[in-house]
């Protein structure tokens, strides 16, 4: 089979995140109820500004999806 008997065929998927931090968040991070869970989600939110997505679950048929800590 030579390289021109094979169908290539290449998908591109982009999805575009902006972070926004909100006030209320903000407070909530500078006093949470669980520390170390506070400190796993600053780093996963530091991820996602530097374009690292890392685990997701989207909604079927939506842009909205669910973050997951790993």
Known sequence: MSRDDINWAVNYSCHVLTVQETASFDKWLRKPPD????????????????????????LADTSLGELRLD
């Open 35 to 58: 520390r170390r869970a506070a400190a796993r989600i600053a780093s996963r939110v530091q991820r996602l500004e530097h374009g690292h997505y890392g685990d997701v679950k989207y």
